[in-house]
């Protein structure tokens, strides 16, 4: 079965600063890896995706994250965080080799002060 | 891009009343629509898979009787609360996949927020 873990229930970081935000994963297969982020009584927007190629993904808004297979890991990065990337950020997974239902972590609410 | 929209966003409904949502993909066609349920620092629970013309396919736990599931065409999907408790009071998120790609991302509607009194 399919597992994400965002290990972080809260991260607080100093406004340029950089961020990570956590994610590990479980598959059977290969997986395909997303974040999305939420802003407060908002659906989810997708920010990148991990399918193939490139180990480091670069998304929206400055986000990028590195799959790491040896750790099964999907960390969340951005050099320079701003006040308005302060959201909830959702880590999903799916198996590769099938319509499987997409799995969420439960979220790590960042948190950027200025 | 591709855009979910869904209503309404906001619904306060009487135990024992049924509520509708409304999920609608506004510039693409959506076979497929998932719908879930997110509780209060908790992560998204899918509830169900909406399928245009087909029966839902609902997830483990989840009432098809309670929670039904209507895609009549390529662009709605509704789902509707029937007699809702105050168990129900959560809040609900639909989405697509812009196209029928397994590997494209998910289109997410603003959700709703029910609260059954």
């Known amino acids: 079965a399919q597992s994400v873990a965002q290990p972080e229930d809260q991260v607080n970081v100093a406004e340029g600063n950089p961020l990570t935000v956590k994610c590990t994963y479980s598959v059977s297969g290969n997986p395909y890896l997303f974040w999305y982020v939420q802003y407060p009584n908002r659906g989810l927007q997708f920010l990148l995706k991990y399918i193939t190629g490139d180990n480091l993904v670069k998304g929206s808004y400055g986000f990028e994250a590195e799959f790491n297979k040896s750790q099964t890991s999907f960390h969340l990065k951005k050099p320079s965080a701003l006040v308005s990337d302060s959201a909830l950020y959702f880590c999903?997974?799916?198996?590769?080799?099938?319509?499987?239902?997409?799995?969420f972590g439960k979220g790590t609410r960042l948190s950027v002060i200025a | 891009g591709a855009v979910v929209s869904q209503h309404p966003s906001r619904v306060i409904c009487k135990s024992g009343t049924s509520v509708k949502i409304e999920c609608r993909s506004l510039?693409?066609?959506?076979?497929?629509m998932f719908w879930y349920r997110q509780f209060p620092k908790q992560s998204l629970m899918l509830m169900a898979t909406s399928n245009e013309g087909s029966k839902a396919t609902y997830e483990q736990g989840v009432e098809k009787d309670k929670f039904l599931i209507n895609h009549a065409s390529l662009t709605l999907s509704t789902l509707t609360v029937t007699s809702a408790h105050p168990e129900d009071s959560s809040f609900y998120i639909c989405?697509?996949?812009?196209?029928?790609?397994?590997?494209?991302?998910?289109?997410f509607g603003n959700g709703t927020r029910l609260t059954v009194t």
């Open positions: 510039d693409f066609q959506a076979t497929t």
């Open positions: 989405s697509a996949r812009g196209d029928s790609s397994y590997n494209s991302p998910l289109h």
């Open positions: 999903a997974v799916r198996d590769f080799s099938g319509n499987t239902p997409l799995v």
